[in-house]
Structures are given as structure tokens and as C-alpha cells.
């Protein structure tokens, strides 16, 4: 995650990531003009380098990029992702919103 000493003299940094490059570059351009400075990439590899590169404030994702993995139920707001990632560390994610399926 960003700074903390330079969070308030900085633009929020919103990291969109999304496989449909359209939405994601979307979004970015909509945040960025809004304030923000906005970064979209288009896997779940790029987002995790991105991390530790752009280190954002907030993480706009596609939750299952690749698809529902079988046995995995649909993901609704209140869900957590809980997972582990070697080059992140653990993350427990709340899901927000849904906008697709």
C-alpha cells in the first residue's frame, strides 16, 4: 500500500484490474479524471507485480478473471476472499460489489 507520509500530498492511487482491457481501461480513464491516479492491467500476475511498483491505495478487481474454479460457489458482496499470494503476503479482501453474472 502507498506512503502513509505522502498520502496527503499525493492523488489516491487505484489499481483496476480486469482481463476485459476495455472495462479496465475504462475505469482507469473515468478515475483519473475524477482525481485519482488510475492504473489498469489486464491479468492477475500483472496485478500482483503492479502491487509492489504502483503500491495503490485501493485495488478495483475482477475477482475470477480466468472463470469459477469447480466446487466455488458464485461471489457476492459480504463475501472475503482469503488467500495467500508468495510475492504479497496473505490477504483477506471484503467484496464490495458485484457488476457481472
Do not use: W
Not at 21 to 26: G, H, L, P, W, Y
Not at 40 to 61: C, H, R, T, Y
Amino acid at each position: 500500500m502507498a506512503d502513509p507520509t505522502t498520502a496527503a500530498t499525493s492523488k489516491p492511487r487505484v489499481l483496476v484490474a480486469d482481463d476485459e482491457q476495455v472495462i479496465a481501461n475504462t475505469l482507469a480513464i473515468i478515475l483519473n479524471q475524477a482525481g485519482f491516479e488510475a492504473r489498469a492491467v489486464f491479468s492477475g500476475e500483472k496485478a500482483v507485480e503492479s502491487l509492489e511498483s504502483f503500491q495503490p491505495d485501493m485495488l478495483i478487481s475482477d475477482v475470477i478473471m480466468t472463470g469459477t474454479p469447480e466446487g466455488v460457489g458464485p461471489v457476492v458482496p459480504g463475501d472475503v476472499m482469503d488467500c495467500y499470494v508468495e510475492a504479497v503476503g496473505h490477504m483477506r479482501v471484503p467484496v464490495r460489489l458485484r457488476t457481472a453474472r
